[in-house]
């Protein structure tokens, strides 16, 4: 089992739509965990980060985490184009030490 | 202010050749990584500063691979007798304290590495 896995999609969704990305991880004590959204050609830009079970939302994002069932995810809702891109979970794993990325989903939104 | 410096933006090398690449971490950040991305791959890990800590040099694939960090600022990260299998974008990132809850990593725009 990978440490951090995701689907490397692509996953289209139409413009408009709620786009449902996840990411499962393996080390059940890991705490927190982070969004991140790269462009083609671009450095990744964190978008959401999450420790606490629960939702939490920040404007179109919202970030869903199971610590007991080792799974965090990423919903996008009223997707726009401008979403297109791909999302990258990270968690730091072993502690604090090293932050592992999974191999990251990569979105389309068609208008 | 500024963000995360990476330099070059581009190195093509013939393989065999040493590289150094650059990062200017965020003035201020005491935390500083080394990431590499492979063509259609996700981020590998790489090498971990904080502070005046010794650095976590767990994730370097093999004895090539060498970084340094100068003064708590700038990082070099050094490639040994290139091979091919080391082309990808190394990006650099920094953050203000490490890793802890909600510490954000901020990316430079990286360096693309080919290796011919």
């Known amino acids: 089992q990978k440490e951090v896995e995701q689907n490397s999609g692509p996953l289209s969704v139409p413009e408009g739509a709620i786009a449902s990305l996840n990411c499962t991880y393996s080390?059940?004590?890991?705490?927190?965990f982070f969004w991140y959204r790269q462009y083609s050609g671009k450095s990744p830009e964190l978008i959401m980060f999450?420790?606490?079970?629960g939702d939490k939302e920040d404007g179109r994002f919202t970030a869903q985490l199971n610590k007991a069932s080792q799974y965090v995810s990423l919903l996008i809702r009223d997707s726009q184009p401008s979403d297109s891109a791909t999302y990258l979970c990270?968690?730091?794993?072993?502690?604090?030490?090293?932050?592992?990325f999974g191999i990251g989903t990569k979105l389309q939104v068609i208008p | 202010g500024a963000g995360v410096s990476q330099s070059p933006s581009n190195k093509v090398t013939e393989k065999g050749k040493d590289v150094e690449l650059r990062c200017d971490p965020i003035?201020?950040?005491?935390?500083l990584y080394w990431y590499r991305q492979s063509l259609g791959q996700g981020l590998e890990f790489l090498i971990y500063?904080?502070?005046?800590?010794?650095?976590?040099k767990s994730g370097l694939p093999s004895d090539r691979f060498s970084a340094e960090r100068t003064g708590g600022s700038v990082s070099t990260l050094t490639i040994q007798r290139t091979q091919q299998e080391d082309s990808a974008v190394y990006l650099c990132?920094?953050?203000?304290?490490?890793?802890?809850?909600?510490?954000?990593?901020?990316f430079g725009p990286g360096t693309r590495l080919t290796v011919t």
């Open positions: 990132a920094s953050s203000l304290v490490g890793f802890t809850e909600g510490d954000e990593q901020y």
């Open positions: 080390d059940r004590g890991s705490q927190s």
């Open positions: 999450i420790y606490s079970n």
């Open positions: 990270a968690v730091p794993l072993g502690g604090y030490q090293k932050v592992t």
């Open positions: 003035s201020g950040h005491t935390a």
């Open positions: 500063f904080q502070g005046n800590s010794a650095p976590d």
